[in-house]
């Protein structure tokens, strides 16, 4: 059974930092992308940013030149790096993963349960 847990949520005043960590556990055979994802009150879950296992990033446009993804492949995990953050922000913030279980045929989309972030004075 594959597991995505977030952590590093919080709250955090404008142009402050936070750093989210997602690592994935249990039976994996392969790690294919992974990313974050964001929901808003009252707004559609969003990509915030992405990358492949071989190393290709994409970024919402909110947030290109202030938040960074990255991958440490031997620790099964992924990191996003925020700064200058906005109260816009606000939200909770997803990992998604595509892993193939060993047990699997195909890879598989998994999700975490969310981590929230706060932006407020």
């Known amino acids: 059974q594959v597991q995505l847990v977030e952590s590093g949520g919080g709250l955090v005043q404008p142009g402050g930092s936070l750093r989210l960590s997602c690592a994935a556990s249990?039976?994996?055979?392969?790690?294919?992308?992974m990313g974050w994802y964001r929901q808003a009150p009252g707004k559609q879950r969003e990509l915030v940013a992405h990358?492949?296992?071989?190393?290709?990033?994409n970024y919402a446009d909110s947030v290109k030149g202030r938040f960074t993804i990255s991958r440490d492949n031997a620790k099964n995990t992924v990191y996003l790096q925020m700064n200058s953050l906005k109260p816009e922000d606000t939200a909770v913030y997803y990992c998604?993963?595509?892993?193939?279980?060993?047990?699997?045929?195909?890879?598989?989309?998994?999700w975490g349960k969310g981590t929230l972030v706060t932006v407020s004075s």
């Open positions: 990358k492949t296992s071989g190393g290709s990033t």
């Open positions: 249990g039976s994996i055979s392969r790690i294919n992308a």
């Open positions: 998604n993963a595509d892993i193939k279980d060993r047990s699997a045929y195909y890879a598989m989309i998994y």
